[in-house]
Structures are given as C-alpha cells and as structure tokens.
C-alpha cells in the first residue's frame, strides 16, 4: 500500500482552506439535521428557551456555564445519533440486529444527555 495517498480524496486540504470548508460543512450538516430530524428540531427549540433563562438564574458564572454546556451536549449527541442512523441507513433498510443495535444505542445517548439537562439544572438551581 503506497503511505503518501491520503486516505480519502476528500482529505486533500489544508491549512486555512481546510478550517474555511469545514466550518461551510457544518454549516451544511446544521440545516440537514434541522430539516431532515424532528427530535433535532425539538432540542434546538430546548435550547432556544433553556439558553437564554439560563443566563438569568442568579448563579456563578461556573453555573451558568454547566446550564448552557449540558443543553449544547444534547444538540451533539442527538447530530452524532443522527449521524449513525443516516449511515446505517445508506447501507441497508433491511431489519438487522446490529442495524437496530446501533440506532437503540445512539438513542439511549440522547436519553443520557437528556437526563442530564435536569440533573445539572436540579443541582445549579436546587442544589
């Protein structure tokens, strides 16, 4: 195997030009995920509440970061669970064990995140 190919042939940016892509393909991955993903939709619209109310609940700016970081966290569980589903899709959309496997473990992440909204919140606010 020749060592200097790049792995993908889409690899072959760098530097500035690199950073500039990536940021239009998240950008890109951010509209796809809006558009095409209901729960996706639905925690964007948590955040769009939770966001802003936690910036004015009188706690340090420690807690206030832990409100707002533990929102954020759910956005990126449920992108990287939407990612897995759409990939296991591409490549069948036959009923699989692992198929469903994935998907349900993806899913109980986003559970997990979830949960932990309202652990950091009960605790920043009650705690």
Same mark, same amino acid.
């Given at each position: 195997?020749?060592?200097?190919?790049?792995?993908?042939?889409?690899?072959?940016?760098?530097?500035?030009?690199?950073?500039?892509?990536?940021?239009? %393909?998240?950008?890109?991955?951010?509209?796809?995920? %809006?558009?095409?993903?209901?729960?996706?939709?639905?925690?964007?619209?948590?955040?769009?509440?939770?966001?802003?109310?936690?910036?004015?609940?009188?706690?340090?700016?420690?807690?206030?970061?832990?409100?707002?970081?533990?929102?954020?966290?759910?956005?990126?569980?449920?992108?990287?669970?939407?990612?897995?589903?759409?990939?296991?899709?591409?490549?069948?959309?036959?009923?699989?064990?692992?198929?469903?496997?994935?998907?349900?473990?993806?899913?109980?992440?986003?559970?997990?995140?979830?949960?932990?909204?309202?652990?950091?919140?009960?605790?920043?606010?009650?705690?």
């Amino acid at each position: 195997m020749d060592m200097s190919s790049p792995e993908s042939p889409h690899k072959g940016k760098t530097g500035i030009r690199r950073i500039w892509n990536a940021m239009f %393909y998240s950008v890109a991955g951010l509209r796809a995920a %809006y558009r095409h993903e209901d729960a996706f939709r639905q925690e964007v619209l948590l955040a769009v509440v939770l966001v802003p109310a936690a910036c004015f609940i009188p706690v340090a700016g420690v807690g206030k970061a832990m409100l707002i970081g533990s929102v954020l966290l759910v956005l990126v569980v449920e992108l990287l669970n939407s990612a897995v589903e759409a990939t296991v899709d591409r490549i069948s959309l036959e009923n699989h064990r692992l198929a469903k496997r994935a998907k349900d473990i993806g899913s109980a992440a986003v559970l997990l995140s979830l949960a932990n909204v309202a652990i950091v919140w009960a605790l920043v606010i009650f705690g």
